[in-house]
């Protein structure tokens, strides 16, 4: 079964940058990736995903310019790069991994991830 542990989260500035990371207990390379949120009162949400070996991306439109994914599967490491930070990206956010056949298929809904983390706090405060 595969653990995932996120971490990089903390306390920013409005415009400051924050690069989430997503450590996988397993080998990584035969999952697709996903960052999502969850702020307080509302539903989780999708943010970004990844194909396996980084064929594919997607990005919320929320988020799209200002975040970028990535994967190191050396590392067993997915990352989310978050720049131009706003209040309102204050969230839990949460990495969950899906095992999939597919290289270029990425999955951007919940309901489509077998494992989660247990989240990492970023919070946009001045």
């Known amino acids: 079964q595969l653990q995932l542990v996120e971490s990089g989260g903390g306390l920013v500035q409005p415009g400051g940058s924050l690069r989430l990371s997503c450590a996988a207990s397993?080998?990584?390379?035969?999952?697709?990736i996903g960052w999502f949120r969850q702020a307080p009162g509302k539903e989780r949400e999708g943010v970004s995903c990844?194909?396996?070996?980084?064929?594919?991306?997607n990005y919320a439109d929320s988020v799209k310019g200002r975040f970028t994914i990535s994967r190191d599967d050396a590392k067993n490491t997915v990352y989310l790069q978050m720049n131009s930070l706003k209040p309102e990206d204050t969230a839990i956010y949460y990495c969950?991994?899906?095992?999939?056949?597919?290289?270029?298929?990425?999955?951007?809904?919940?309901?489509?991830?077998?494992?989660w983390g247990q989240g990492t706090q970023v919070t946009v405060s001045a």
């Open positions: 397993g080998f990584t390379s035969n999952y697709a």
């Open positions: 969950a991994a899906r095992l999939t056949s597919y290289i270029g298929t990425y999955y951007m809904t919940e309901n489509e991830y077998t494992y």
């Open positions: 990844i194909s396996r070996m980084g064929k594919n991306t």
